[in-house]
């Protein structure tokens, strides 16, 4: 029968493991907006245009502490990605909400 | 020497490494706002209470189809979670949008 991933886990040494899941959070990084502009190699002018509005537009939503999620979702759509919201819960629950998956 | 994660992972069989994917996909759910209310329990009126606004503004915010980030995040945590902005891009790398994180 085949192991299980469990069993081989156990024989994993506890540094490998947790080397390994270093990378595996190291993958996912907290940046602004800006951030994730500039390491998409978009500078505003381009996204003005991708997003049809004016620069001075791109840098009120950069600067600005709040934003509409149709905004946001242009925004991250522009620049090629997709927009995920979640919720999290100290039980361990994950939750996407899709309610605005599909605002344009 | 110890073995890497991935020369173990080589030798577990597609089929267990399939079902393991999908039991990891299952955590995440996809939910609309009230879907994730209901799912933790918690009634329109409590939840209004609890944002200290009027039922029918929660009514509101789970119907419509666009709200501001810090409504979001007012409401996700009046449910006692988190809410976790993601941009993910098709190859692969996935960004935390952190500038909305202190939002209240």
Redo the contacts between chains.
């Keep these: 029968m085949?192991?299980?991933?469990n069993e081989?886990r156990e024989?994993?040494?506890p540094e490998?493991q947790a080397a390994?899941r270093a990378k595996a959070v190291a993958?996912?990084?907290?940046?602004?907006?800006a951030e994730?502009r500039k390491?998409?190699g978009i500078n505003q002018a381009d996204l003005a245009g991708l997003m049809n509005i004016a620069q001075p537009n791109i840098s009120q939503i950069?600067n600005r502490?709040?934003?509409?999620?149709?905004t946001?979702n242009q925004y991250?759509e522009a620049?090629?990605?997709?927009?995920?919201?979640?919720?999290?819960?100290?039980d361990?629950?994950?939750?996407?909400?899709?309610?605005?998956?599909?605002?344009k």
Excluded at 27 to 33: P, R
Excluded at 79 to 88: D, F, N, R, S, V
Excluded at 92 to 103: L, P, T
């Design positions: 085949a192991k299980s991933l081989l024989k994993i040494k490998v390994a993958i996912i990084a907290e940046m602004s907006l994730v390491k998409r950069e502490p709040d934003a509409l999620i149709s946001l991250i620049l090629g990605g997709k927009l995920e919201i979640h919720a999290k819960f100290p361990g629950q994950d939750i996407e909400i899709s309610q605005f998956a599909m605002i």
